[in-house]
């Protein structure tokens, strides 16, 4: 059994900064990409930010500059720093991971159970 368990959102004012962990646990055997989806109040469910095993990250446009997404594969573990939130970003924040749990298995597709963010004054 996986669990993604998310952590780190928040209230938090215009301009200010919140960091999210997402630690994975359980039957893993290998992680290929890790994640940061949202959705925002009344829309579906959109890309925040990837980054594959090596480092290789991806960003929605709507984030670039702002946001970094970076993973500590030790530790199964992949964090978003977001900086200079505005409130088009409130949303509910998950976790996402593409994990193998053993020898011989495919890679399946992950999820937490989502963490609140809300950018207000």
């Known amino acids: 059994q996986v669990q993604l368990v998310e952590s780190g959102g928040g209230l938090v004012q215009p301009g200010g900064s919140l960091r999210l962990s997402c630690a994975a646990s359980?039957?893993?055997?290998?992680?290929?990409?890790m994640g940061w989806y949202r959705e925002p109040p009344g829309k579906q469910r959109e890309l925040v930010a990837t980054i594959l095993t090596g480092g290789s990250t991806n960003y929605a446009d709507s984030v670039k500059g702002r946001f970094t997404i970076s993973r500590d594969n030790a530790k199964n573990t992949v964090y978003l720093q977001m900086n200079n939130l505005k409130p088009e970003d409130t949303a509910l924040y998950y976790c996402?991971?593409?994990?193998?749990?053993?020898?011989?298995?495919?890679?399946?597709?992950?999820w937490g159970q989502g963490t609140q963010v809300t950018v207000s004054s």
């Open positions: 359980g039957s893993i055997l290998s992680i290929n990409v």
């Open positions: 996402h991971a593409e994990l193998q749990s053993g020898f011989g298995m495919a890679y399946r597709d992950r």
